[in-house]
């Protein structure tokens, strides 16, 4: 069983090179100077309903690009909601693969439809991946959290 | 119908008066969820009271300034909106305008937040009478210099802003 000092030590090397591999950006620690001792879950509340939110934005997305005749303008309202919120919680790469989403939606007028079809089907792919990987590299983080708490230390925040 | 705003506290001011012991109150829309949520926190963090709005309709209903409404001011009292700019149905942008116009509520301070920095959006909500544009996503310290400012304009001789186009 790892002490107390270790398991910080992990949970603080786990979070460092989430930051330095771009997956997370400063909104993510400016979320954390909102938890305290009044609202000690606030982070996990926020990342859980970015967490609801994305999957269901991702489902919709996936779903108005299998339409025969596809709205754009929706799709772009999708990617912006999920812009917003990526931007919110600091999930710094989904943020930045929404961007680039629209960016091609824009160009629509240019190209033929199918070409476009499938190239926000390929934006739409790397989105999903963005988000899986976040997803998965911040429920480790909560869980890290949760081990040090357990062991009856402190989560050192900031790092 | 669902109930779409929500308030942090239960009870508001039978008083348009502001006191010491009394905290602000904001009144925040915004259509994205998550901002809702980090908004609210924001400003709870700085001793302010919240109500959330999802869509420019639902501030209205609440402000009172719905059409069909009657503005009853008596127990309604908001110190700050805060809107997000991009919003389905109507924009921060044209909520701003509907508060500005009415002559009960236009003293109100509005702040206009948008994840996107367009010079012509910024002009347009400071033209339109914004208290200021600020861009996504806010931070703590938005929220607590906003929060001096309510403080600034509700108690002007506590060494506030002087209210230069009030001058003879």
């Given at each position: 069983?790892?002490?107390?000092?270790?398991?910080?030590?992990?949970?603080?090397?786990?979070?460092?090179?989430?930051?330095?591999?771009?997956?997370?950006?400063?909104?993510?620690?400016?979320?954390?100077?909102?938890?305290?001792?009044?609202?000690?879950?606030?982070?996990?509340?926020?990342?859980?309903?970015?967490?609801?939110?994305?999957?269901?934005?991702?489902?919709?997305?996936?779903?108005?690009?299998?339409?025969?005749?596809?709205?754009?303008?929706?799709?772009?309202?999708?990617?912006?909601?999920?812009?917003?919120?990526?931007?919110?919680?600091?999930?710094?790469?989904?943020?930045?693969?929404?961007?680039?989403?629209?960016?091609?939606?824009?160009?629509?007028?240019?190209?033929?439809?199918?070409?476009?079809?499938?190239?926000?089907?390929?934006?739409?792919?790397?989105?999903?991946?963005?988000?899986?990987?976040?997803?998965?590299?911040?429920?480790?983080?909560?869980?890290?959290?949760?081990?040090?708490?357990?062991?009856?230390?402190?989560?050192?925040?900031?790092? | 119908?669902?109930?779409?705003?929500?308030?942090?506290?239960?009870?508001?001011?039978?008083?348009?008066?502001?006191?010491?012991?009394?905290?602000?109150?904001?009144?925040?829309?915004?259509?994205?969820?998550?901002?809702?949520?980090?908004?609210?926190?924001?400003?709870?963090?700085?001793?302010?009271?919240?109500?959330?709005?999802?869509?420019?309709?639902?501030?209205?209903?609440?402000?009172?300034?719905?059409?069909?409404?009657?503005?009853?001011?008596?127990?309604?009292?908001?110190?700050?909106?805060?809107?997000?700019?991009?919003m389905p149905g109507m924009t921060g942008y044209?909520?701003?305008?509907?508060?500005?116009?009415?002559?009960?509520?236009?003293?109100?301070?509005?702040?206009?937040?948008?994840?996107?920095?367009?010079?012509?959006?910024?002009?347009?909500?400071?033209?339109?009478?914004?208290?200021?544009?600020?861009?996504?996503?806010?931070?703590?310290?938005?929220?607590?210099?906003?929060?001096?400012?309510?403080?600034?304009?509700?108690?002007?001789?506590?060494?506030?802003?002087?209210?230069?186009?009030?001058?003879?």
């Amino acid at each position: 069983m790892d002490s107390v000092v270790q398991l910080q030590r992990q949970l603080v090397d786990y979070t460092v090179q989430l930051f330095n591999e771009g997956l997370l950006d400063d909104q993510f620690n400016q979320l954390q100077q909102l938890q305290d001792e009044s609202n000690p879950d606030f982070v996990v509340e926020v990342v859980t309903l970015f967490f609801e939110d994305s999957e269901r934005l991702l489902d919709e997305l996936a779903k108005a690009l299998e339409q025969q005749s596809v709205d754009y303008t929706k799709i772009d309202a999708h990617v912006h909601q999920l812009k917003g919120s990526s931007s919110s919680i600091g999930a710094q790469r989904v943020q930045k693969v929404c961007i680039d989403f629209r960016n091609f939606c824009e160009e629509r007028n240019i190209e033929g439809q199918v070409y476009l079809q499938l190239t926000c089907q390929k934006c739409l792919h790397q989105v999903k991946r963005e988000y899986s990987l976040v997803k998965t590299k911040l429920e480790t983080l909560f869980k890290l959290e949760q081990k040090v708490l357990a062991a009856g230390g402190s989560i050192p925040w900031p790092m | 119908m669902a109930n779409s705003f929500s308030s942090s506290s239960s009870s508001s001011s039978l008083s348009m008066k502001f006191d010491f012991d009394e905290k602000p109150h904001v009144l925040a829309v915004d259509d994205n969820l998550i901002d809702r949520k980090v908004i609210e926190r924001l400003f709870i963090n700085s001793t302010c009271k919240v109500t959330t709005a999802e869509n420019a309709k639902r501030a209205l209903e609440y402000l009172g300034l719905a059409d069909g409404q009657h503005p009853n001011h008596n127990d309604l009292k908001v110190n700050l909106i805060i809107t997000d700019y991009s919003m389905p149905g109507m924009t921060g942008y044209e909520l701003l305008k509907r508060i500005k116009e009415s002559p009960t509520l236009k003293e109100i301070p509005v702040v206009v937040v948008s994840s996107e920095n367009i010079p012509t959006r910024i002009n347009q909500c400071m033209q339109g009478g914004a208290q200021e544009f600020l861009l996504k996503p806010l931070q703590l310290s938005d929220a607590t210099k906003l929060r001096c400012h309510i403080e600034k304009l509700n108690n002007p001789l506590q060494g506030g802003v002087a209210r230069e186009d009030e001058r003879a």
